[in-house]
């Protein structure tokens, strides 16, 4: 095969060891390292002094930041792949032979290297996806409660849409004061849970034990911290969004996108879609379009696989957020996949529109433009009429049809 990069380097990383292996025109040496940053600068030097220009190394969990953060502010051209693309002949697997396959795939030009953003835009990404997972921690912590509420026989959960919420909370802070008397915490119901008081006073009857008012104390004391902190790190993000304030705006515009969510697209993303040639090329990578499996003519499973949890957790939340938004062109395209396909499937479909248009939107700059929610009716008016006189007609009606 035809030799592409004259001085390659593959680099096997595990926890403790980094196997790495120089191959040039003249010769081929491997060389095992620690991954102490000491130990990674010896690495670096190495590398330099062997005047590599190209170095590849397998994604491997978290071990791979190390290197990457060593070797990124080095001359060369750095590639982090995917280990499922580059599995060598099984049975003659070893360390040094997984660095050497590596090396010599790189030599030849055969390794794509994953998209890894620059380092500030990695930095805002830690940060948006560290406050997501604590609002995923806080709703743990407002489960527990429920059951601590359900098992002390209180059905508050029942009547108060958020148990937490301004209402609920008072509530809460009530029983562990020791307050049992049920008018006394319907009482204390505001805006328009005040109307459900009979309810409540039904609902706040029950058997609260000394140490389910513990938890519950408990279980306060850890929401209020996960409020803080999660309102320390919007602080951070919001000044480090600052400079992409005008993408913010267009990606707010979207149905069912609201301002953090658009802020984690920017995380995962960015803004400059260069890197992307298609529309479809971001699809395929976030993995919210069908998997492409057929064999002798059969379509077989069309499943998207794995792609980024963080961004694609975001999009199907706002899919299901559209969906609730009537009267507009995503509403209208998740009902319609929804009765043919199943809700799962349409949610999917409206998660790859919504990125679609954050694509267009990001690389063109234009606002958001919905198509209204006739828009699939009004694309074959006359079809859409004749099935429904048919379905009449089928029901025993005589039907005659005249435009307005």
């Known amino acids: 095969m035809r030799v592409v990069n004259q001085r390659s380097c593959g680099l096997d990383v595990h926890k403790k060891s980094v196997v790495a292996c120089v191959i040039t025109q003249e010769s081929q040496e491997t060389r095992t390292f620690g991954t102490m940053t000491a130990d990674l600068l010896v690495l670096a030097d190495w590398v330099t002094s062997n005047r590599v220009t190209h170095v590849a190394m397998e994604s491997t969990g978290i071990y791979w930041k190390p290197v990457y953060n060593l070797l990124e502010g080095v001359d060369l051209t750095l590639l982090v792949v995917n280990a499922q693309h580059v599995k060598a002949v099984p049975g003659r697997k070893t360390d040094v032979k ?12 055969l390794l794509r290297g994953s998209y890894v953003p620059n380092r500030a835009q990695r930095e805002l990404r830690e940060l948006v996806r560290y406050r997501a997972g604590m609002v995923r921690q806080r709703g743990q912590v407002v489960q527990r409660i429920q059951k ?4 002390a026989n209180i ?16 509530m809460l802070e009530a029983l562990v004061a020791g307050t049992e008397d049920p008018e006394a915490l319907a009482s204390l119901a505001q805006g328009r849970l005040q109307k459900k008081r009979p309810a409540l006073v039904a609902a ?42 005008p993408a913010l705006a267009l990606l707010d515009t979207i149905p069912g996108v609201g301002r953090r969510a658009a802020e984690q697209l920017l995380a995962e993303i960015g803004t400059d879609m260069s890197r992307f040639p298609t529309s479809r090329h971001l699809a395929s990578w976030a993995r919210v379009c ?12 069309g499943w998207t696989g794995g792609g980024n949890p963080w961004l694609r957790a975001t999009l199907i939340e706002s899919a299901w957020s559209a969906a609730r938004c009537h009267q507009t062109y995503l509403a209208a395209q998740y009902r319609r996949i929804a009765a043919r396909r199943g809700g799962k499937r349409a ?13 267009r939107m990001l690389s063109d700059g234009c606002s958001y433009q919905d198509l209204g929610p006739n828009y699939f009716d009004e ?9 429904a006189i048919r379905r009449l007609q089928r029901l025993g009606y005589k039907v005659t049809v005249d435009a307005a």
Not at 157 to 166: H, L
Not at 348 to 358: G, K, P, R, S
């Open 98 to 109: 997984d660095a050497e396959w590596l090396a010599d795939l790189l030599r030849h030009g």
């Open 148 to 151: 601590v509420l359900e098992g």
């Open 155 to 170: 059905k508050l959960s029942s009547v108060a849409s958020d148990i937490v919420g301004k209402s609920g909370r008072a």
């Open 204 to 245: 706040m009857q029950g058997l609260l034990g000394h140490h389910q008012r513990l938890m519950l104390q408990s279980q306060l004391r850890h929401l209020d911290f996960l409020d803080n902190e999660v309102e320390k790190m919007g602080q951070e993000v919001e000044e480090r969004m600052r400079p992409f304030e």
């Open 290 to 301: 069908p998997g492409n499996n057929e064999s002798a003519g059969k379509r077989k499973s």
């Open 347 to 359: 949610g999917i479909a409206v998660a790859h529109t919504i990125l679609v248009m954050a694509y």
């Open 379 to 387: 694309r074959d008016r006359e079809a859409v009429a004749n099935r």
